[in-house]
């Protein structure tokens, strides 16, 4: 887990590669939320998702993963329009004199010209050099003279500086990136106010973030996350207890210090049906629960190729993310073994293990059976509150993933001594859980 966030920007002329703090945003709200409710409305997360209180003898040594080293899911090398990539084939940090590297920043044309700075080749951070637009929104740098690796950042009018850390390059690379210079927030609205699932027969809310850069540029596509509970995402007017996941708010920070990719959000509304949408299976003890299929049908046979088609997305299991808590968390992970083709990215905060028996934790074990597995998962929960977050059954879920050929690079367990099972617990948790699954800029 992360511990305080702090947004950096470049700000100023000739500042170079320092970053002087901006603000620091306020600490996740306060829990506010009862963990015990049993009522089953379109809005709640409820205890019912948590399980039964659990035997404080029981409790098991907590496990975190240690602290994130690569980010899995670039896809650099990748032809699409991402904010970030590498197009060469085999880049070094020293190269042969003569060695060509390219430098492409996509950005619509300007009157004032794009120009960048850096700390080789002949640049340097005090004054700007100008690029050369090649046109179709790209402006290009080329160079010989590079034999180490670059540090380098874009800027307009060579006063603005391009949002977010520097950007790197070796020798030999071709770059390409789409920069935003002005904007600091994404966007949040409740795009489709009645989807309508043939599959489900019922019509929910589909909320959207779209990141800084694609209000800025639109040329650049995104990954894309897909939440659950789609109400609790944004808004407190409509997210239970009033108390939201702050997504956008961790997007935003982490497009502005780089610590998370930049990507768009889609919070898929729940509806009374909930617990059976997100059970893949009959819980017999309480006698709910199956539809879980038919849900993941609905994501990717209908909202899928909505989104895909009228938002700028990057698409494939490494680029699209499942995310949820408890009984969307029981659904996320039920989804990264099922439909991994899919769904690459799994995240499972506080994710009811406990529902039928445990019976994800068979799903879990038969992933060395299947053909193909979701490439990042991340499991979390808290240890304390009635239920305590059903911490043992999820250290059993961690101890699956393991023995299923999971391992510190594919796979993060994260216990939060003393949180409950809240919508502010997840909201804390969020940053670090997004951050291993997507990687940073």
Not at 23 to 39: I, K, L, N, Q, R
Not at 79 to 103: C, I, K, N, Y
Not at 227 to 249: C, I, K, M, S, Y
Not at 431 to 437: C, D, E, I, K, S
Request: hydrophobic residues 35%; negative net charge; glycine residues 10%.
């Amino acid at each position: 887990m992360r511990g305080v966030w702090v947004l950096v920007l470049l700000a100023g002329c000739g500042q170079g590669p320092a970053f002087p703090p901006a603000p620091t945003p306020p600490a996740p709200d306060a829990p506010a939320v009862a963990e015990d409710s049993t009522a089953d409305t379109a809005v709640t997360t409820t205890d019912v998702d948590a399980g039964p209180p659990m035997d404080t003898q029981a409790l098991a040594d907590t496990t975190v993963a240690p602290p994130l080293t690569d980010a899995n899911g670039d896809s650099r090398g990748d032809t699409a329009r991402d904010t970030e990539r590498d197009t060469s084939t085999a880049p070094v940090d020293t190269a042969p004199a003569g060695t060509r590297t390219v430098l492409r920043v996509h950005y619509p044309r300007q009157v004032n010209p794009v120009g960048l700075r850096g700390d080789a080749a002949g640049l340097s951070w005090e004054r700007g050099q100008t690029m050369t637009f090649v046109g179709e929104d790209t402006y290009e740098y080329v160079t010989t003279a590079l034999d180490r690796p670059l540090e380098w950042k874009p800027l307009l009018g060579d006063r603005t500086w391009a949002r977010g850390p520097n950007y790197r390059a070796r020798p030999g690379q071709t770059v390409d990136v789409y920069p935003h210079f002005e904007r600091t927030a994404g966007s949040v609205s409740r795009r489709w106010t009645a989807f309508r699932s043939t599959i489900l027969g019922n019509t929910r809310g589909v909320w959207v973030y779209l990141p800084p850069t694609h209000l800025e540029n639109p040329t650049a596509r995104f990954p894309v996350v897909y939440f659950h509970d789609g109400q609790n995402l944004f808004d407190p007017r409509t997210a239970f207890g009033g108390v939201t996941w702050r997504v956008a708010e961790a997007l935003d920070t982490g497009a502005e210090d780089g610590s998370i990719r930049e990507v768009i959000a889609v919070g898929v509304e729940n509806t009374p049906a909930r617990i059976n949408e997100y059970t893949p299976t009959r819980d017999a003890a309480r006698d709910a629960g199956g539809d879980g299929e038919r849900y993941l049908r609905m994501l990717v046979e209908e909202l899928m190729p909505l989104v895909n088609r009228e938002l700028p997305t990057l698409t494939g299991p490494e680029r699209t993310a499942l995310v949820g808590s408890s009984l969307g968390g029981l659904i996320s992970a039920y989804g990264g073994v099922r439909r991994p083709e899919t769904f690459g990215l799994i995240g499972a905060l506080s994710p009811s293990t406990w529902w039928d028996n445990r019976m994800l934790l068979r799903e879990v074990a038969s992933v060395p059976s299947r053909p193909a597995r979701a490439l990042r998962v991340y499991v979390d929960s808290g240890d304390s509150g009635p239920s305590m977050d059903d911490v043992v059954n999820t250290r059993a879920l961690a101890l699956a993933y393991r023995a299923a050929g999971y391992t510190d690079g594919d796979f993060r367990h994260v216990v939060q001594a003393g949180a409950t099972h809240t919508e502010a617990a997840w909201a804390s948790r969020l940053p670090g859980a997004l951050a291993f699954l997507l990687g940073p800029r």
